[in-house]
């Protein structure tokens, strides 16, 4: 267990902007990781094996994109029992986001809304922290995604140079390649899911995979990660499109547009995804829509409004193979990592 227990530290994060509460942490876990002061946050991994998409996770609870965008603190995130950790969404070229106040809270609902826009350091200085990672290289079991996006000033009809360039960039360094093609902060991304752009988008993928598993003697799994606001028929095309280009999983999902379960609440309105407990069913239908449009086999990771084990289990019996968790983190502390691995090993 961590020597310190978030229900202290929380009171103090959320006394400050969300936004200034998030740099906090983050910069903190970057400066204490490999150092004594990680004992603060560490917990034991839970042991729960299972292989997807060729990848051996060490248990079914990852740390989602979107905390960690510039990987830098991997290692940290890591020591909480994660059994896979995903960074990004990193983009080409660094860029500063959108304008702020750009994170709110929602606490009588455990949600967050979010506008930042893949703020990030660029492709460069993102390989370069992802080296700097020393958790794998010691023989711990850990399973690394790197999540790639466009940059907001690339025209949407470009859009898929920007993502070649990324999978490029992050290839032989990923255990898995997530593809965002889904988050509502930057302009007109979430066409990409429509039928055409899609097919096209990951046909170039698909090919450029080819080229670099050729050259590099290793092939990578690539991951789509799709959006809550879709209906079944959406749901069902997209299905179809990530098995006829080889795509090896997908990722339900990111934040939501809907604001159905949180009218009348303070900062409801304001533009972004919404994440955390309101996202929790829109999540669970598409996971359900996927596997029942993908059949068994086809790896599913579940993400949305986790913010307890039992939600965890859930997601699981929904048809996720294994769940990520990002704002629960936030709401419920570190100790929601072991709470989730356990209460899914449960349902074995």
């Given at each position: 267990?961590?020597?310190?227990?978030?229900?202290?530290?929380?009171?103090?994060?959320?006394?400050?902007?969300?936004?200034?509460?998030?740099?906090?942490?983050?910069?903190?876990?970057?400066?204490?990781?490999?150092?004594?002061?990680?004992?603060?946050?560490?917990?034991?991994?839970?042991?729960?094996?299972?292989?997807?998409?060729g990848l051996p996770f060490p248990n079914r609870v990852g740390m989602a994109a979107g905390l960690d965008k510039?990987?830098?603190?991997?290692?940290?995130?890591?020591?909480?029992?994660?059994?896979?950790?995903?960074?990004?969404?990193?983009?080409?070229?660094?860029?500063?986001?959108?304008?702020?106040?750009?994170?709110?809270?929602?606490?009588?609902?455990?949600?967050?809304?979010?506008?930042?826009?893949?703020?990030?350091?660029?492709?460069?200085?993102?390989?370069?922290?992802?080296?700097?990672?020393?958790?794998?290289?010691?023989?711990?079991?850990?399973?690394?995604?790197?999540?790639?996006?466009?940059?907001?000033?690339?025209?949407?009809?470009?859009?898929?140079?920007?993502?070649?360039?990324?999978?490029?960039?992050?290839?032989?360094?990923?255990?898995?390649?997530?593809?965002?093609?889904?988050?509502?902060?930057?302009?007109?991304?979430?066409?990409?899911?429509?039928?055409?752009?899609?097919?096209?988008?990951?046909?170039?993928?698909?090919?450029?995979?080819?080229?670099?598993?050729?050259?590099?003697?290793?092939?990578?799994?690539?991951?789509?990660?799709?959006?809550?606001?879709?209906?079944?028929?959406?749901?069902?095309?997209?299905?179809?499109?990530?098995?006829?280009?080889?795509?090896?999983?997908?990722?339900?999902?990111?934040?939501?547009?809907?604001?159905?379960?949180?009218?009348?609440?303070?900062?409801?309105?304001?533009?972004?995804?919404?994440?955390?407990?309101?996202?929790?069913?829109?999540?669970?239908?598409?996971?359900?829509?996927?596997?029942?449009?993908?059949?068994?086999g086809y790896p599913i990771i579940g993400v949305g409004g986790i913010m307890s084990g039992e939600d965890a289990?859930?997601?699981?019996?929904?048809?996720?193979?294994?769940?990520?968790?990002?704002?629960?983190?936030?709401?419920?502390?570190?100790?929601?990592?072991?709470?989730?691995?356990?209460?899914?090993?449960?349902?074995?």
């Amino acid at each position: 267990m961590s020597l310190i227990p978030y229900a202290l530290v929380r009171p103090f994060l959320f006394g400050m902007d969300p936004e200034a509460a998030h740099d906090f942490t983050m910069n903190t876990l970057a400066k204490g990781q490999g150092t004594p002061l990680q004992l603060a946050w560490s917990a034991p991994m839970v042991h729960d094996p299972i292989t997807l998409a060729g990848l051996p996770f060490p248990n079914r609870v990852g740390m989602a994109a979107g905390l960690d965008k510039n990987a830098r603190c991997i290692d940290a995130l890591a020591a909480m029992g994660f059994g896979f950790v995903e960074v990004g969404t990193v983009t080409p070229k660094g860029q500063p986001g959108n304008p702020k106040p750009r994170m709110f809270r929602l606490p009588a609902a455990q949600g967050l809304i979010n506008r930042l826009g893949f703020n990030n350091d660029g492709l460069e200085a993102f390989i370069a922290n992802v080296k700097k990672s020393t958790v794998r290289a010691q023989g711990k079991p850990l399973l690394l995604g790197l999540n790639i996006g466009k940059n907001a000033a690339t025209p949407i009809e470009d859009a898929t140079n920007d993502y070649l360039i990324c999978l490029e960039g992050v290839y032989p360094h990923a255990d898995y390649v997530t593809v965002n093609i889904s988050s509502p902060n930057t302009k007109n991304l979430r066409a990409l899911q429509s039928d055409e752009a899609l097919d096209a988008l990951l046909g170039a993928i698909a090919a450029k995979r080819e080229t670099l598993a050729a050259a590099q003697g290793r092939r990578v799994p690539i991951f789509v990660k799709i959006a809550p606001d879709l209906d079944e028929a959406q749901v069902q095309v997209i299905a179809a499109t990530l098995q006829r280009h080889g795509m090896d999983g997908v990722i339900a999902t990111n934040t939501t547009l809907s604001r159905e379960a949180v009218q009348g609440l303070p900062h409801a309105e304001e533009a972004g995804g919404l994440s955390g407990a309101p996202a929790f069913e829109a999540s669970n239908q598409v996971i359900r829509q996927l596997r029942a449009a993908l059949g068994p086999g086809y790896p599913i990771i579940g993400v949305g409004g986790i913010m307890s084990g039992e939600d965890a289990a859930a997601k699981i019996r929904a048809g996720a193979d294994v769940v990520q968790i990002y704002s629960g983190l936030i709401y419920a502390g570190p100790g929601l990592v072991s709470d989730a691995a356990k209460a899914i090993r449960a349902l074995r």
